[in-house]
C-alpha cells in the first residue's frame, strides 16, 4: 500500500533528525578528543617551554664561559706585548723620578744597584733572593755565559734591567781595535735576544769608560759607534769594592765604601760583582742604609739621565 | 537540530584548530630544544678545549705572567712615590 504524502514526509523527517542526531554524537566524541588531546599536548608544552628556558639559560652561561676564556686565551697571547707596554710606562716614571730629583723636587734620592760579569750559578741567585726579599730592582750587566739561562730568565723576571757588558769580557782583546769591541758586544746581544727575547740597550764597558782610552782607543769614536747601534752607557758613583780592590776588606768596610759617602750625592750608582760573597753578605745592610738615608732603587734603561748616549 | 549541528560543527572545529595549532608549536619548540642540546653539546666540547688551552698556555707563559704581574706592581709601587 503506497505511503500518504503525509507519511513520506514524516519518514524522511525522522531519517534525517537521526542522521543529525548521529553526527551530533560523532562531533561529540571528537570534540571529547580534541579537548582530552589538548589538555595532554598543553601539560607537555609547558614542560618543554620550562626545559628551553633552562637550556636557554644554560647556554648563555656556557656562551659568557666560552667569551671569558677566549679572552683569557687573547690575553695570554698578547702578555709580551702588555709586558712591553708596563716597562715603557715603568721606565717613564722612572725617568721623570729622576728629573724631579736632579731638579731639587723631590723628597727622595736614587740608588741604581749594578752587577757586573754575572751571572755566576753559585753566587747569583743569593743576590736575587736578597732584591726579591727588599723588593728591590737593579741592573745586572751580564756576559755571555752558557748553563746559567735560568738566572738570567729569573733577573728578567724580577725586573732586574739586563745591561750588556761584551760577551767575552776579554780587555786585551777586546780593546784592541774598536771593531772587535764592538763585535763582542753585539755578540753578547744577540746571546741575550735569543735567551730572553730582549734586546739590550744599556752597557757598562768592562774595567769602565776610562779602560777605552787607556787601551789607546779614541773614545768619543768608540762612544759614536755605541750610538750607532744604540746604546748608552754608564760607569759608577760608587763601589764595594770587591771587584780587585784590597782583599783584606771585611763585608762591612764593603758597604762602607758605599754608604759612608752616598749621603753625598741625589743619584748614584753603585758597582758590584754578583760573583763576591763579601758583597753579597753585606747587600741586605747597604740597602737598608741607603734606603734610610731616602734613596730608592731604580733599574736602568736607556732614557735615565744617569745613563750617557 | 540544525542548529544543534551547527553549533557542534562550530565546537569541533574549534577545539581541533586549537589542538592543531598547539600541537604544531610543541613540534617547533622540541625541535628548538633539539638543536639548543646540540649547541650546548658543541659549546660544551668548544669550553673543554678552550679551558685545555688555558691551561697549557698559563704552564707555558706562567714565567712571563709572574713577570707582568711584577711589572704592574713595581709601576704602582713608582706612581705611588711620584705622587
Given at each position: 500500500m503506497a505511503?500518504?504524502?503525509?507519511?513520506?514526509?514524516?519518514?524522511?523527517?525522522?531519517?534525517?533528525?537521526?542522521?543529525?542526531?548521529?553526527?551530533c554524537v560523532l562531533l561529540?566524541?571528537?570534540?571529547?578528543?580534541?579537548?582530552?588531546?589538548?589538555?595532554?599536548?598543553?601539560?607537555?608544552?609547558?614542560?618543554?617551554?620550562?626545559?628551553?628556558?633552562t637550556l636557554s639559560t644554560e647556554l648563555s652561561d656556557k656562551r659568557n664561559n666560552v667569551q671569558t676564556l677566549e679572552k683569557e686565551i687573547d690575553d695570554l697571547n698578547n702578555i709580551e706585548n702588555r709586558i712591553e707596554e708596563i716597562k715603557e710606562a715603568y721606565f717613564k716614571n722612572a725617568v721623570k723620578a729622576e728629573e724631579l730629583v736632579r731638579s731639587g723636587k723631590a723628597d727622595f734620592k736614587i740608588c741604581y744597584l749594578t752587577f757586573d760579569d754575572g751571572p755566576y750559578s753559585k753566587t747569583t741567585p743569593g743576590f736575587l733572593d736578597v732584591l726579591e726579599e727588599y723588593d728591590v730592582q737593579a741592573t745586572?750587566?751580564?756576559?755571555a755565559k752558557e748553563g746559567v739561562d735560568d738566572i738570567y730568565k729569573r733577573e728578567k723576571m724580577n725586573c732586574h734591567t739586563i745591561g750588556n757588558h761584551t760577551a767575552s769580557h776579554a780587555i786585551s782583546y777586546i780593546y784592541s781595535n774598536i771593531d772587535?769591541?764592538?763585535?763582542?758586544?753585539?755578540?753578547?746581544?744577540?746571546?741575550?735576544?735569543?735567551?730572553?727575547?730582549?734586546?739590550?740597550?744599556?752597557?757598562?764597558?768592562?774595567?769602565?769608560?776610562p779602560q777605552?782610552?787607556?787601551?789607546?782607543?779614541?773614545?768619543?769614536?768608540?762612544?759614536?759607534?755605541?750610538?750607532?747601534?744604540?746604546?748608552?752607557?754608564?760607569?759608577?758613583?760608587?763601589?764595594?769594592?770587591?771587584g780587585g780592590g784590597p782583599t783584606y776588606l771585611t763585608p762591612?768596610?764593603?758597604?762602607?765604601?758605599?754608604?759612608?759617602?752616598?749621603s753625598e750625592f741625589d743619584v748614584i750608582s753603585v758597582l758590584m760583582h754578583d760573583y763576591s760573597?763579601?758583597?753579597?753578605?753585606?747587600?741586605?745592610?747597604?740597602?737598608?742604609?741607603?734606603?734610610a738615608q731616602g734613596y730608592i732603587f731604580l733599574p736602568l734603561s736607556y732614557d735615565a739621565p744617569i745613563v750617557r748616549k | 537540530m540544525i542548529v544543534l549541528l551547527i553549533c557542534f560543527i562550530g565546537i569541533c572545529g574549534y577545539l581541533g584548530y586549537r589542538f592543531f595549532d598547539l600541537k604544531s608549536s610543541n613540534n617547533e619548540l622540541i625541535n628548538n630544544i633539539d638543536l639548543l642540546n646540540q649547541e650546548l653539546l658543541e659549546i660544551n666540547d668548544k669550553t673543554e678545549k678552550l679551558k685545555q688551552d688555558v691551561d697549557s698556555l698559563s704552564s707555558q707563559k706562567s714565567d712571563l705572567l709572574t713577570e707582568h704581574t711584577n711589572w704592574q706592581r713595581q709601576n704602582k709601587k713608582l706612581e705611588e712615590i711620584l705622587k
Open positions: 505511503k500518504t504524502k503525509q507519511e513520506v514526509r514524516r519518514d524522511s523527517k525522522i531519517t534525517s533528525s537521526i542522521i543529525i542526531a548521529t553526527l561529540c566524541g571528537i570534540s571529547i578528543f580534541f579537548n582530552y588531546a589538548y589538555k595532554k599536548i598543553n601539560t607537555e608544552y609547558k614542560d618543554n617551554q620550562n626545559k628551553y628556558a745586572f750587566f751580564c756576559l772587535l769591541f764592538i763585535n763582542d758586544l753585539l755578540e753578547n746581544r744577540k746571546f741575550i735576544e735569543d735567551l730572553l727575547g730582549i734586546k739590550t740597550d744599556v752597557m757598562r764597558f768592562p774595567g769602565g769608560s777605552v782610552s787607556y787601551s789607546g782607543l779614541n773614545s768619543a769614536a768608540m762612544v759614536e759607534r755605541l750610538r750607532e747601534i744604540g746604546y748608552g752607557y754608564i760607569d759608577w758613583t760608587l763601589t764595594t769594592g770587591d762591612e768596610q764593603f758597604m762602607h765604601n758605599v754608604t759612608d759617602y752616598s760573597t763579601n758583597t753579597l753578605i753585606c747587600l741586605p745592610d747597604m740597602i737598608e742604609e741607603l734606603t | -
